[in-house]
C-alpha cells in the first residue's frame, strides 16, 4: 500500500506543481474547476446521492458555482491594494464554514443526528467546502500576475507544501508511534502522535524557508499562521471522515491508487485554502 501511495504521488505531485507553475491563468482556472467538479461528483456519494442522474445534477450544479465564481472574482491582484468585496466575502465565508466544521467534528456523536440524515444539507455543506476553496486559489494565482508569472504559484507551492509536509509527517511519525487516537469516533487512524508529527515536520519546513530568505521581518506571524493552518488541515481530513463514515465510505473514490479519490487529497486543502489567502491579504494585502 505504501509502495502504491508513493508511486501515485510521486506522478500527481509534479502534474500539479506543473498546472500551477505553467499554465496561464485561464488554463490553471479550467485545471481547477475540473479538478474540483471531480472533487463534487465524489461528494455526492457523501450525500447518498448514487444514480447517474443524481450525481451528474449535483456535478453540474457545483459547475456552475464555479464558473459564477470565476466570473465574480478579480482577475489581476497586485499588492498593496486591496481586493473586491465578493473575493473577501468568499473567504470569510469558507473560514466561518470551517470554524462550524470544527465544532461539529469535535461533537461528532452529539450533532450527527442533526444533519446525517439531510441531502440537501449536506450538498450545502459540500459547496461551503469547495467553494472558498476554489476562490481562495484562484486569486493566490493571480497575485501580481503581470509583474510576475510565478508570485502566486510560489504562494501555491507553500500552501502545498504546509499542507503535504503535514500529511507526511502524519504519517512517518503517526504510523509507527502513534498510541493515543484524536478523534476514534470520526477517524480510527488519526492519532495524537501523528498530529504533532505533521506540525512537527511543518515548522522544520518553515525554518528551513525563514533560514534561506535570512529570516525576514514578522517570521513569529509566519510560525503562528503555520500552526493554525497545520491544526486546521487535520480537521479537514478529520470532516471528510466524518462525512465518509455517515455515508458508510472508506474513501471518496477510486481515481488515484493507493490515494482513493480527489476528496481524499485536497481535502485538508480546501480546508487550509480560505484562511491562507487570507493570511496573504493580511501580512502583505492583495
Not at 71 to 77: D, E, G, I, T, V
Not at 151 to 173: E, F, N, Q, S
Amino acid at each position: 500500500m505504501f509502495k502504491q501511495r508513493l508511486l501515485t504521488a510521486l506522478v500527481l505531485a509534479p502534474l500539479a506543481l506543473g498546472a500551477v507553475f505553467y499554465l496561464p491563468p485561464i488554463g490553471f482556472a479550467i485545471f481547477l474547476g475540473c479538478a474540483f467538479v471531480i472533487a463534487a461528483w465524489e461528494w455526492a456519494s457523501f450525500c447518498s446521492w448514487q444514480t447517474l442522474p443524481q450525481r451528474l445534477s449535483f456535478s453540474i450544479g457545483s459547475a456552475v458555482w464555479f464558473f459564477l465564481c470565476y466570473s465574480a472574482l478579480p482577475q489581476q491582484l497586485a499588492w498593496p491594494i486591496y481586493t473586491k468585496p465578493v473575493a473577501e466575502f468568499s473567504l470569510w465565508l469558507g473560514v466561518g464554514w470551517w470554524l462550524l466544521a470544527v465544532l461539529l467534528v469535535l461533537s461528532f456523536s452529539k450533532t450527527k443526528n442533526l444533519w446525517q440524515q439531510n441531502k440537501l444539507l449536506k450538498a450545502l455543506m459540500g459547496w461551503l467546502t469547495l467553494v472558498p476553496s476554489f476562490a481562495a486559489l484562484l486569486l493566490l494565482r493571480n497575485v501580481n500576475y503581470e509583474q510576475s508569472s510565478f508570485t502566486g504559484a510560489w504562494l501555491i507551492c507553500m500552501l502545498l507544501g504546509l499542507v503535504w509536509a503535514a500529511d507526511i509527517g502524519g504519517y512517518v511519525i503517526g504510523k509507527p508511534f502513534g498510541k493515543h487516537k484524536l478523534l476514534p469516533q470520526v477517524s480510527p487512524g488519526k492519532t495524537l502522535e501523528g498530529m504533532v508529527g505533521g506540525l512537527g515536520f511543518v515548522m522544520l519546513l518553515l525554518t528551513a524557508i525563514a533560514a534561506y530568505l535570512q529570516w525576514p521581518d514578522g517570521i513569529a506571524l509566519w510560525y503562528l499562521a503555520a500552526l493554525l493552518l497545520t491544526v486546521l488541515s487535520v480537521f479537514g481530513d478529520l470532516s471528510e471522515s466524518m462525512f465518509k463514515r455517515v455515508a458508510g465510505l472508506k474513501d471518496s473514490g477510486s481515481i488515484f491508487p493507493g490515494h482513493g479519490g480527489i476528496m481524499d487529497r485536497i481535502d485538508s486543502l480546501t480546508a487550509t485554502a480560505p484562511l491562507f489567502a487570507i493570511f496573504v491579504a493580511m501580512f502583505g494585502g492583495f
